[in-house]
């Protein structure tokens, strides 16, 4: 007899998601750690000294941010006039 087929799951997706996330987390800790030499930071007014990983994190959360907000707000548009039309 045929060994049963098995599909995939949201849940098995939500595990892989989780399990990346939680590699990408341990870089991200390990580079942190080991970039502990202090610059100065300075923009417009503000001027301030951090650790170099801690300032290329805050960095990229920044660049993070400016794609993910426009692009939000987009796929929020686009819900909306889908649900008009149907």
């Known amino acids: 007899e045929p060994a049963p087929v098995v599909r995939r799951s949201r849940s098995g997706g939500l595990w892989t998601g989780l399990i990346l996330s939680a590699i990408v987390l341990i870089f991200l800790l390990v580079f942190i750690l080991q970039n502990p030499i202090s610059v100065t930071i300075t923009f417009l007014w503000f001027a301030g000294s951090l650790p170099v990983g801690v300032a290329l994190l805050l960095a990229a959360i ?9 692009g939000g707000v987009r796929m929020m548009q686009l819900r909306r006039a889908a649900r008009r039309v149907a």
């Open 62 to 70: 920044a660049g993070l941010l400016l794609v993910a907000i426009p």
